[in-house]
């Protein structure tokens, strides 16, 4: 299993990824993500942020992009992660969102925020492992799919607030700075 960025070859292993994910999950991608069209213009666009898939073989196994936010917001980055359900629990997710943490901020972001629905355990120790602190709390603000509302959190990653915070797990290494 590897981490790589997403380039035209694997655009219909992430097709067929997306395919099988649960209907819920893929909320949280917020793009066409069944129209082959729009993944395979991901491959060849050039904007901050990106696109990283983790791969087994020929399978996409997970997913991670930072989309950064349109005009006097485009020093944020909005950060979108999802794993196939059968290889949830094994780190891939924790990887994948360090990976694209990684990537952000070398690319010069200085903000990155993630939207996790409230009750979610895993997405919410996972960002928190990784310097994300709880930025905003909109109540009944989404609908799961047997209709009930759900309470959406947006977590938030400053990047110089929490420069000591990254090198804990090893992010500034990675990245050859110094820690501040
Ligand atoms: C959130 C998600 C990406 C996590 O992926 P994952 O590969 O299962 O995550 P990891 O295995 O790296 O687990 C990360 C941490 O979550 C916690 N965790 C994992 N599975 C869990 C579970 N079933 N219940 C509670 N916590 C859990 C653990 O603390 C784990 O850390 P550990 O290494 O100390 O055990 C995955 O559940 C998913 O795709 N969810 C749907 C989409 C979504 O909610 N995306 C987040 C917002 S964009």
Request: glycine share 12%.
């Amino acid at each position: 299993m590897e981490i790589v960025e997403l380039g035209p070859e694997r655009c219909d292993a992430l097709l067929r990824f997306f395919a099988e994910l649960p209907e819920g999950d893929l909320t949280f991608i917020k793009e066409e993500v069944t129209d082959p069209e729009t993944v395979r213009s991901w491959a060849t666009e050039s904007s901050p942020g990106g696109r990283w898939v983790a791969v087994d073989g020929d399978e996409v196994t997970g997913y991670a992009a930072v989309r950064p936010l349109p005009g006097w917001s485009d020093h944020v980055g909005e950060l979108r992660l999802v794993v196939a359900t059968s290889q949830r629990g094994k780190g891939l997710g924790r990887e994948l969102a360090r990976r694209a943490l990684v990537e952000a901020v070398s690319s010069g972001l200085s903000k990155l925020v993630v939207e996790v629905v409230a009750e979610q355990g895993a997405a919410l120790a996972l960002f928190t492992d990784l310097g994300f602190t709880g930025e905003a709390l909109l109540r009944d603000h989404i609908r799961d799919r047997s209709g009930e509302l759900r309470d959406l959190m947006v977590l938030a990653h400053h990047v110089s607030d929490t420069w000591s915070g990254m090198d804990t797990v090893g992010i500034a290494d990675e990245l050859g700075t110094p820690a501040g």
